[in-house]
């Protein structure tokens, strides 16, 4: 699986992005995803994730920091996650990862980093004040 993000750049406070989450290789829909972000000098975050429960259910989860600003989706059709981001304030500075695991062979915590078995490159948001 490859996974490929867009939609950062450079905005001001108060405002509002989308980044998108592109997946290629495979077909996705059974696999939990999720956004994480990293700040210079910080550890990588947990941001938000989408886990697979069967079927077409899907269980939403946001870091405390993000609930009410940020609303994670995805579009199986497309092979594609996104990120809407509103509300932005410069703690939000930050390259955004989108990470992806297999729940049938992974089990892992929706809020570990090591829990997720495929990453993209990586897309950087500036959140100027």
């Known amino acids: 699986v490859q996974l490929v993000e867009s939609g950062g750049g450079l905005v001001q406070a108060g405002g509002s992005l989308r980044l998108s989450c592109a997946a290629s290789g495979r077909t996705v829909s059974t696999y939990s995803m999720a956004w994480f972000r990293q700040a210079p000098g910080k550890e990588r975050d947990f941001v938000a994730a989408?886990?697979?429960?069967?079927?077409?259910?899907?269980?939403?989860y946001y870091a405390d920091s993000v609930k009410g600003r940020f609303t994670i989706t995805r579009d199986n059709a497309k092979n594609t996650m996104y990120l809407r981001m509103t509300a932005l304030n410069p703690e939000d500075t930050a390259v955004y990862y989108c990470?992806?695991?297999?729940?049938?062979?992974?089990?892992?915590?929706?809020?570990?980093?090591?829990?997720?078995?495929?990453w993209g490159q990586g897309t950087q948001v500036t959140v100027s004040s």
């Open positions: 990470a992806a695991r297999d729940v049938q062979s992974n089990s892992g915590t929706y809020y570990y980093a090591g829990s997720y078995d495929y």
């Open positions: 989408l886990n697979w429960s069967g079927g077409s259910l899907y269980y939403a």
